[in-house]
């Protein structure tokens, strides 16, 4: 594959993993994904970093484009908020691939060893 194909699909698994979390998080709970409770809460920190980390490029562009909406935020900082939706679900992405290879070898470890 050629870096630019490992770029792109590291962006589509993280992006895939994060709307798929964010949309089980809206199923379970009935309320839109944003970063409020019962998403992230100073009570829970642990649960709230686990949901900041999978589903938060879904819930930074839905409080971005809400606040848009309501005339919070220029188009400027709707656009910069963008880039970092893309850069977030492209590091999610490398995150889950270097995990899933590394299990992999470990898994592939185990069974030649045993």
Do not use: K
Not at 80 to 88: D, K, P, Q, R
Not at 89 to 104: E, F, Q
Request: charged share 10%.
């Amino acid at each position: 594959m050629s870096p630019v194909e490992l770029v792109l699909f590291a962006f589509a698994v993280g992006l895939t993993a994060c709307g798929l979390a964010g949309s089980a998080m809206e199923l379970i709970s009935g309320r839109r994904l944003a970063f409020v409770e019962p998403y992230v809460s100073p009570a829970h920190v642990l649960r709230s970093l686990a949901a900041t980390a999978c589903a938060g490029p879904f819930m930074l562009a839905n409080d971005a484009l809400a606040a848009r909406r309501q005339g919070r935020i220029s188009i400027l900082m709707l656009m910069f908020c963008g880039c970092t939706v893309i850069a977030w679900a492209l590091a999610l992405g490398v995150a889950l691939i270097t995990i899933a290879s590394w299990a992999n070898s470990l898994l592939v470890s185990i069974e030649f060893s045993a």
